[in-house]
Every structure is written in structure tokens, then in C-alpha cells.
């Protein structure tokens, strides 16, 4: 389905449900291929999602009916279309855990409340794993019904294909650490895993309502053990908790946890190092795919962050009985310096960089490098035209006559004042959110005297207005790369 048939179904739904649409917005997409909108009607506002992917999708259904029931903090499901890949859901805003935590790291320290939201947020965990658990249907998961001992592997496979083997540096015998990642498997196999496993319990899926924490995105849930979720928590790489932090939540989790699970009887502590390594090699992995293989630029900024979680646990927790899969992630840690300007991990986010260019509609548009997409293409077609002037074919958008020119219409002040307006608001946005690219294009007949014009005057607008933000200037057609 494209933007404007998914749309349409959305609002077909709000109507079925009797509520009036009147706008609906796409939300930025994250790693996953579902695409989410809000739904704005005459009552409250709704979150629309699209997914081709209808396996996982009645995966979804069912897991929402059942949490839901139960009194598990999860969103209301409200209506299906009859394809299975269209649905409604409450909105639960836009203030999530991992907004929390960004906030508390650009302050430099981590709020009372945040942490308490963090604690609440561990007891949740807890009866999802538990309650949840119980009477759950696993034949009705997606994709699989249980975290074994194969996917196991696959998580370390995932690393050692994406992040491992991309980088030529690393050096290993694959028969060696073939064997290890089974050892490997068979030992975190044995960890009791009669529960709800979330598989993804990070703070980016706890979203913050009426000062309470409630849960998406665990359509991929399947029975499992307790270490991997809460580990996926307190090892999120960018929220970057501090050890002590850190076990003070782990103490807390285990805590409200042995209330009703005998964690001696289970050997929680014998096995939770272990599921560190599983989850980092598994984020590692799905950086490398995401970042390296899909040029993402999110993703591979945010691999110096888990470079330097791994490391840092390799020191204190060293696999001496897995000398190959030491020897790997040894030499993964040395690349920290290649990933990672000496600021970037003391640094909740990066520069915004916005990539400005002028191109010719008759050649294509102008490729994004940054892997992101969206951004604006302007067309500049509709304005007058210097190159049908004798005196301007040889020059362009640059020159002080063809400049001078464009000046002088009165269309070129009212198309560059709505330009600065969208773009402004998409600046101010980004560097809230913290969004690390964005790019802005100018098409005309031939790139070579409108299109330049209004990329050269937007390009110095924003490094005036915008000092802040890294300004990067293409004249395509002219070659000229600033």
C-alpha cells in the first residue's frame, strides 16, 4: 500500500469506530519496516499503523487482547480492517523513558524521578514475565515460540556476520568460534526460561502516560528467561546508566521479582553476565545491519556507545572460557577510535547536519548518503527564468547579475520566505529530538540558475540563523561541493 492508501484505510477505521478524522500525520520511523501515523479526529487523537507483515501483526492482536486483559499497561486496540494490516490503537503521547533519560544526561545527572520511573517500569517487567506468562498461548507468537538455543545463535551469528566480518581488521578462526558460540549456547539454554520474554524491553518502547509507564512494541515476545529483558534495559547503550545506577535497579528488580520466583533456585546470578554479552553482540549486530549494511546514519552513530559498553564490561567480566570469542571482541573494542570523535560518548547526541543542494530535475534528484530519508526537494521551476536571458546563459545562480536578478522579483521574496519557514520548523524540531541530518534541495530546468540561487541563499541563511548547525552546500550540476 502507498502513504495515501494507508491513510485512507486509517480513516476509514476511525469512522468505523465512530469518530470523525480531520488530520493525519506520519510519525518518524524507527528500525523496524511498520509505519506509524497519528489520527487526528473529533475526539482523542489515535495512533495508525501499517504493517505488510500480517503474521506479525495478529501476533500483536493477540499479545495486546492478552496483556490488556490482565491489566498490563499496554495500548487499547480499536479496530482491524478486514486485511489484517491496518489498525488503530490509543495514543499514548509522545514522552518516553528514553526522553527521560536524554534529558537527565544533558543535565548531567539522573533525576529522582526518572529513576523512580525506571523502578516502576522493573515491576511492570516483572508481571509481564510472570502474570503475563501465564495462560499464554506461544503457538500464537511471532516469529517463533520460544528464545532457545538456536536463537541464540542466530543473536551471535547476527553480530559476527554484521559487525564482525564488515570490519577486515578482525582477525579469528571461524571453526573455533563456530564451536564456542554452541558452548556458548548450550550454557545460556540452560537458564530457566519458563516466562514471557519481551525481547526488546528498552526505553524507547516505554512510553510515559499520566506520569505512568506503559509498554509497546512486544509483538516479537515469546516464552524465554528473566535475565535477557531486564539486561536489554539496563544495558541500552545510549541511555548510558552508570554501573552504580545500575545495580541499585538490578537490586530493585530482583527484589520485587523474588516476591515471586526463587532466584537462588533458578541461579539468576550465574547466568546474567552472560546475557550482557548476548544482548551488546545482538545490539552490535543490529547496528552493524542497520548502520553498515543499510547506511543508516543513526545506527552507526550510535555504535561508538556500544563499542564502549562491551568494552567496558570485557574488563570486569572477561570470557576467559571463550578465548576465540575474547580474542573477537578484544579487537571489536579497538575500534572505539574509529567510531567515535573523543566527545561522542559524553555527548547525548550529535550535530545536526543539513546537506543543501541545487540539482536539475532533467538529471534526477540528488542522492541521500545519510541513509535517513525525507527532507524537501523545492521545485523552483515556477519562478522566472535568467536562462532564458542572452546575457545569463553562461552564468549562474552565483553571480552577482543573475543574483541581482532574481532579487528583483517579487516571486523570488514570497517562495524564499515559505522555504525559511518549513525548513526553520524542521531545524528547530530536529535539534530538539536531536536528529543528526536533514536534507534540503532545490530543482530547476537545468541546476544551473535558479536552483543554485535559492540553495546558495538558504545555505547562508541557515549558517547565519543556525550557528550551531554544520552546513553542507552541493551545486550538483556545477560541481561545486562546499
Not at 185 to 190: L, N, R
Not at 414 to 425: C, G, T
Request: hydrophobic share 35%.
Amino acid at each position: 500500500m502507498n502513504d495515501n492508501d494507508i491513510q485512507n484505510a486509517l480513516a476509514e477505521l476511525a469512522r468505523t469506530i465512530g469518530l470523525i478524522p480531520s488530520d493525519i500525520r506520519p510519525i518518524a520511523e524507527s528500525g523496524s519496516s511498520r509505519k506509524y501515523y497519528r489520527v487526528f479526529t473529533d475526539g482523542p487523537t489515535l495512533i495508525g499503523a501499517y504493517n505488510a507483515n500480517v503474521e506479525e501483526n495478529e501476533a500483536f492482536y493477540y499479545l495486546t487482547e492478552h496483556f490488556g486483559a490482565i491489566g498490563l499497561r499496554v495500548p487499547s486496540l480499536l479496530a482491524v480492517n478486514k486485511e489484517r494490516d491496518c489498525y488503530l490503537q490509543s495514543d499514548l503521547g509522545d514522552t518516553s523513558l528514553f526522553s527521560l533519560l536524554q534529558q537527565d544526561l544533558r543535565s548531567g545527572s539522573f533525576s529522582v524521578s526518572t529513576i523512580e520511573m525506571i523502578k516502576l517500569a522493573l515491576e511492570e517487567l516483572v508481571r509481564f514475565q510472570t502474570e503475563g506468562h501465564q495462560d499464554l498461548d506461544y503457538s500464537k507468537v511471532y516469529p517463533v515460540p520460544c528464545f532457545d538455543k538456536a536463537a541464540v545463535i542466530d543473536d551471535l551469528d547476527y553480530f559476527k556476520y554484521y559487525f564482525v566480518k564488515p570490519h577486515a581488521s578482525v582477525v579469528f578462526n571461524e571453526t573455533r568460534l563456530k564451536a564456542e558460540f554452541n558452548r556458548f549456547a548450550d550454557f545460556v539454554s540452560e537458564a530457566a526460561h519458563d516466562y514471557f520474554m519481551f525481547r526488546d524491553f528498552q526505553s524507547r518502547n516505554i512510553m510515559i502516560n499520566q506520569g505512568k509507564p506503559y509498554f509497546i512494541d512486544y509483538q516479537g515476545g515469546r516464552r524465554g528467561p528473566l535475565q535477557y529483558d531486564v539486561v536489554s534495559l539496563l544495558y541500552q547503550v545510549k541511555a548510558q546508566l552508570p554501573n552504580d545506577l545500575r545495580n541499585e535497579l538490578l537490586d530493585h528488580y530482583k527484589q520485587v521479582l523474588s516476591t515471586r520466583v526463587d532466584l537462588s533456585d533458578i541461579h539468576f546470578d550465574r547466568y546474567y553476565p552472560y546475557f550482557v554479552y548476548l544482548r551488546l553482540l545482538q545490539v552490535l549486530g543490529a547496528y552493524g545491519f542497520r548502520g553498515l549494511i543499510q547506511k543508516k546514519a543513526h545506527f552507526i552513530e550510535s555504535i561508538p556507545f556500544a563499542l564502549n559498553e562491551l568494552n567496558t564490561f570485557n574488563e570486569s567480566n572477561p570470557l576467559s572460557d571463550y578465548p576465540e570469542l575474547q580474542n573477537v571482541i578484544t579487537q571489536v573494542s579497538s575500534l572505539l577510535e574509529k567510531y567515535s570523535p573523543s566527545s561522542s560518548l559524553h555527548a547525548p547526541h550529535s550535530q545536526l547536519t543539513v546537506t543543501v543542494n541545487s540539482f536539475s530535475f532533467k538529471k534526477g534528484y540528488p542522492d541521500d548518503f545519510s541513509g535517513n530519508g525525507g527532507g524537501f526537494v523545492f521545485d523552483c521551476r515556477a519562478l522566472p527564468n535568467p536562462g532564458r536571458e542572452p546575457e545569463f546563459r553562461t552564468k549562474t545562480g552565483r553571480d552577482w547579475e543573475v543574483v541581482a536578478y532574481l532579487e528583483a522579483k517579487p516571486q523570488t521574496g514570497v517562495f524564499l520566505d515559505h522555504v525559511k519557514a518549513i525548513v526553520s520548523q524542521s531545524i528547530d524540531n530536529y535539534m530538539e529530538r536531536h536528529f543528526s541530518h536533514l536534507m534540503v534541495s532545490f530543482g530547476c530546468t537545468g541546476g544551473q540558475h535558479r536552483s543554485v540561487f535559492f540553495a546558495q541563499s538558504v545555505a547562508d541563511w541557515i549558517k547565519t540563523t543556525y550557528p550551531q548547525v554544520l552546513v553542507k552546500l552541493n551545486h550538483i550540476e556545477q560541481h561545486i561541493h562546499e
